[in-house]
């Protein structure tokens, strides 16, 4: 019934007998799939394992800006072949993150622009991670090719926002535009960027912070985006939504952020958890 869109099965802080219950959480949950993103060699690895391993499972595979300091040419190269494996999906979670700057934002910069473009190499969708980089994460999508007319040729197009006066590029008479398969994971951006991302492409996930108390931005961010372009997601184990908030996330979880944007669209749970499962199957890829 529901589609984590984003989670970390692999998380280096978790024990495998914390892993083990989460396992058996979902299996005992509505969820369909969970999406288990790499951000590092390592967890990279260990998703592709999973996905391998639980039917419910699929992969990304990628670094982190946080680890961006550690990506040379070897990791790379092995980051590509990881990406070949059978139910690795996109290349993710890459991007800026200049909140921390746990990787100097040169370096931080470097590895962004060297897997979008491996995920141009490979025509895979990207999963991007953005904190307090705004503008700088979608100069270099561009710049790169991530919005390119060639990029956007290799995918299906997708539903056309209705009722905008400029739906997207390459919108249609069918009702159909294009896809560039860019997921802005954990989306903390105005409602306003979210609709200049839609327009040239791109699909936005939201997370537990839509739950919190007085976010208005992402709420509003629920509210003015049209479903089509939504996907909903954990990050599991962190950003909690209510009403567990201060325990450790876990996929299943996501119910309560699919509940709140149900409650901001009015529209009913069942309607919201369908159109953002098929929603992520088509972003990713995923046949049913």
Excluded at 217 to 240: G, N, Q
Excluded at 272 to 278: D, F, L, R
Aim: charged share 30%; aromatic share 8%.
């Amino acid at each position: 019934m529901l589609f984590d869109s984003h989670a970390h099965l692999n998380n280096d802080g978790m024990s495998e007998k914390d892993r083990n219950t989460m396992v058996a959480a979902i299996e005992d949950s509505s969820l369909d799939y969970v999406m288990d993103i790499g951000f590092d060699l390592a967890s990279s690895k260990l998703a592709v394992d999973h996905a391998a391993k639980y039917p419910w499972c699929y992969a990304a595979v990628g670094y982190h800006p946080h680890d961006a300091k550690d990506l040379d040419e070897m990791s790379l190269a092995m980051i590509k072949g990881l990406a070949k494996k059978q139910k690795v999906m996109a290349i993710g979670e890459i991007g800026l993150d200049f909140h921390y700057d746990h990787s100097p934002r040169d370096v931080q910069r470097e590895a962004f622009r060297k897997q979008i473009r491996l995920a141009n190499e490979l025509k895979m969708p990207i999963v991007i991670h953005s904190r307090e980089a705004d503008q700088e994460v979608m100069d270099i999508l561009k710049e790169e090719g991530a919005f390119s007319d060639e990029r956007k040729s290799w995918f299906p197009k997708r539903p056309a926002p209705k009722g905008w006066a400029k739906p997207c590029a390459g919108s249609a008479a069918d009702g159909l535009c294009d896809d560039a398969r860019v997921l802005l994971h954990c989306f903390s951006g105005s409602a306003q960027l979210g609709k200049q991302y839609v327009k040239l492409g791109a699909t936005l996930s939201i997370a537990g912070p839509v739950t919190y108390k007085n976010n208005r931005k992402t709420c509003a961010v629920a509210e003015e985006i049209p479903l089509d372009f939504l996907l909903v997601e954990t990050d599991s184990p962190y950003l909690t939504p209510e009403p567990f908030r201060g325990k450790k996330n876990m996929p299943p979880f996501v119910e309560h952020t699919a509940r709140k944007v149900a409650q901001l669209k009015e529209v009913s749970f069942e309607e919201v958890a369908a159109a953002t499962k098929e929603n992520a199957m088509r972003f990713y890829g995923i046949k049913k």
